[in-house]
């Protein structure tokens, strides 16, 4: 059983919390009206991207030692055509900047809530989380705390395969905004 802090508690926050209480965990969700004393072994930033700037600058120090999953897709949410971090890095790689004592993942940015409630993709196929990271014992340590969820995990390689995460939940997100897909429909992976 693993301490997890999910800061936001939107669709995306509850769906990701309800696969960490499904495998045992215990769970604690911040708001921005929440006080923030400690943080659990694993952190989850299921906010907004702009968002992130502010709750790393208010609460650094406690993220040092923790494992810290950034789920985000900065997009340009004027425009909806671009991503907002330069082009040869990634939200993941930006944050990993600005908390080196900390182990970043990027995981959760290609798959929609729905799917993670249900487990499936377009209602047949598994729902397969997808991870970038350079810490592989932080890897490990995330699938295990979400062993018996539901979930099926690929390690995509280190942290910057983010980039490439990021620009896939981009096209995603763009798919279903404009409604080609659906949102509890995305990218699936046959294993």
Same mark, same amino acid.
């Given at each position: 059983?693993?301490?997890? #802090?999910?800061? %936001?508690?939107?669709?995306? %926050?509850?769906?990701?919390g309800?696969? !960490?209480e499904?495998a045992?965990n215990?769970?604690?969700?911040?708001?921005?009206?929440?006080? +923030?004393e400690?943080?659990?072994?694993i +952190?989850?930033?299921s906010?907004?991207y702009? /968002?992130? /700037? %502010?709750?790393?600058?208010?609460?650094r120090?406690l !993220?040092?030692?923790?494992? +810290?999953?950034?789920?985000?897709n900065?997009?340009?949410?004027k425009t909806?055509?671009?991503?907002?971090?330069?082009p040869?890095?990634? =939200?993941a790689?930006?944050? /990993?900047k600005?908390?080196?004592?900390a182990?970043?993942?990027?995981a959760?940015?290609?798959?929609f809530?729905? #799917?993670?409630v #249900?487990?499936?993709v377009?209602?047949?196929?598994?729902?397969? +989380?997808?991870?970038a990271s350079?810490?592989?014992?932080a890897?490990?340590k995330?699938? /295990?705390?979400?062993e018996?969820? %539901?979930?099926?995990?690929?390690?995509?390689?280190?942290?910057k395969r983010?980039?490439?995460? *990021? =620009?896939?939940?981009?096209?995603?997100?763009?798919?279903a905004?404009? *409604?080609?897909?659906?949102?509890a429909g995305?990218?699936g992976i !046959?294993l």
């Amino acid at each position: 059983m693993a301490e997890i #802090t999910i800061f %936001g508690k939107g669709n995306m %926050g509850s769906a990701i919390g309800s696969n !960490f209480e499904a495998a045992g965990n215990q769970l604690t969700y911040l708001t921005k009206e929440t006080p +923030v004393e400690h943080l659990g072994d694993i +952190v989850v930033l299921s906010v907004p991207y702009p /968002a992130i /700037a %502010g709750i790393l600058a208010a609460h650094r120090n406690l !993220f040092a030692g923790k494992i +810290v999953i950034d789920i985000t897709n900065p997009l340009n949410f004027k425009t909806f055509d671009s991503l907002v971090v330069p082009p040869d890095s990634s =939200a993941a790689a930006e944050i /990993a900047k600005e908390i080196p004592d900390a182990s970043v993942i990027k995981a959760f940015n290609t798959n929609f809530a729905a #799917t993670l409630v #249900t487990k499936k993709v377009a209602g047949e196929h598994p729902t397969t +989380v997808l991870l970038a990271s350079d810490d592989q014992e932080a890897k490990d340590k995330l699938v /295990a705390a979400l062993e018996g969820s %539901g979930l099926a995990f690929i390690d995509a390689g280190s942290l910057k395969r983010a980039r490439e995460l *990021e =620009a896939m939940g981009f096209l995603q997100i763009t798919l279903a905004a404009s *409604e080609k897909i659906s949102w509890a429909g995305g990218f699936g992976i !046959f294993l």
